[in-house]
């Protein structure tokens, strides 16, 4: 079964190289702002404490962006929130390098996940509609651009350790404000493809009537997959340290769940094209769910990287596809699916921090597992409704 999307004008190439810049931005912002995270402690003195209460209000500003901008886009077209948005991240970021106090850090850290939440969706909804003008699926590629944003930006903050971090932060926040005021002459050329606002006329474009139940399980997935992301990010390491692993080795457990992401989804448009999302989705899953089951069970330094890296190529195209899925139910359906898809990533490392205090790590750590299987179950239900 092959996936075919219908058609419509030549390929906006424009607007696809506006999306894959935006998507690496998001990813080298976010990627500079948690490496450099521990200067931004230092310089306020913060505790542990004060310090989750500013990710606390950057995540209660991004779901409110992700609703805010649900709203937008689909009243105004998602095409018209790709410049403020990330003019406002960018600002912010530079600001957040100057803040010396905890209500600085908060005020500002609410507004930097605001603009990152509204500018998320606009993105998503804006990829979807350029795919469809497309006719095939490249979806996945703007979220490998989003992964190999934050491998960069990772790599900038590490080669730039020896600058403070407030000068990098103005630097990149300077760079990305310019990047997207650049872009401008595009994005209004890109206002065409905005089919997705109440005023929308009658077209093959306009969004299907997506059921609530049927958006749940969207957002349902989408948590799971973010779910095994955020376990990747904070909880991968710490399980190469209890194999006994050295820092080194235990560091690169996460490196190599990214690598093996951004490396699914550079040929994912290719696979799903072939293959359907469905099959593609559910292949991944199950051997997202298998690969890091074995390397738990084996409880090996190689089986737990294989184990990683498992998980990170299954679950790959997962994202991707699902966030297609809701397009078909415009803007405000994928402001919700994300919504709910990033409180899996922002909620699943406590998940598993409270599970592992009751249980061994490994046993704790089966919970994404678990949810790729049920990736791979709901995935046909979820990618084919009626």
């Given at each position: ?119 998320d969706v606009a993105a ?94 969207l957002g349902g997935l ?30 690169g457990a996460y490196a ?131």
């Amino acid at each position: 079964m092959t996936a075919t999307l219908p058609t419509t004008t030549a390929p906006p190439i424009a607007d696809r190289r506006l999306l894959t810049s935006t998507f690496a931005i998001l990813g080298i912002v976010m990627a500079v702002w948690g490496a450099r995270m521990p200067a931004v402690q230092a310089a306020a003195h913060l505790g542990p404490g004060r310090l989750a209460v500013v990710l606390l209000a950057a995540a209660a500003g991004m779901v409110a962006g992700l609703q805010a901008g649900g709203r937008l886009a689909h009243r105004h077209g998602p095409s018209r929130l790709l410049v403020a948005p990330t003019v406002t991240f960018a600002a912010a970021l530079a600001l957040l390098g100057q803040c010396r106090t905890l209500p600085s850090l908060v005020i500002t850290a609410v507004v930097f996940g605001a603009a990152h939440g509204v500018l998320d969706v606009a993105a998503n909804s804006s990829a979807v509609n350029v795919q469809q003008a497309y006719g095939r699926p490249i979806m996945a590629s703007f979220h490998a651009a989003y992964s190999l944003g934050a491998l960069g930006g990772a790599l900038l903050a590490a080669a730039t350790a020896w600058l403070p971090h407030q000068v990098l932060f103005a630097a990149v926040g300077a760079a990305t404000a310019l990047t997207a005021l650049a872009a401008l002459p595009v994005v209004r050329s890109a206002t065409h493809l905005d089919h997705s606002h109440d005023d929308a006329p009658t077209s093959d474009h306009r969004p299907a009537r997506t059921s609530r139940g049927h958006t749940w399980l969207l957002g349902g997935l989408a948590a799971a997959c973010l779910l095994a992301e955020g376990a990747a990010a904070d909880w991968a390491s710490v399980h190469l340290r209890s194999l006994h692993s050295s820092e080194a080795v235990a560091a690169g457990a996460y490196a190599l769940y990214s690598c093996a992401m951004a490396l699914g989804r550079l040929f994912g448009d290719r696979l799903t094209a072939r293959y359907s999302p469905t099959t593609l989705v559910r292949t991944g899953a199950v051997l997202a769910a298998v690969g890091l089951g074995t390397g738990l069970a084996i409880g090996s330094a190689p089986a737990a990287l294989a184990g990683w890296m498992g998980l990170g190529l299954g679950l790959s195209t997962a994202v991707p596809a699902l966030i297609t899925a809701a397009g078909r139910g415009g803007a405000r359906t994928v402001g919700t699916v994300t919504t709910i898809g990033y409180l899996g990533l922002l909620t699943g490392p406590a998940a598993i921090g409270a599970l592992a205090a009751l249980t061994p790590l490994p046993t704790a750590l089966a919970l994404p597992a678990i949810l790729a299987a049920t990736v791979a179950a709901a995935a046909r239900r979820a990618l084919e409704p009626r």
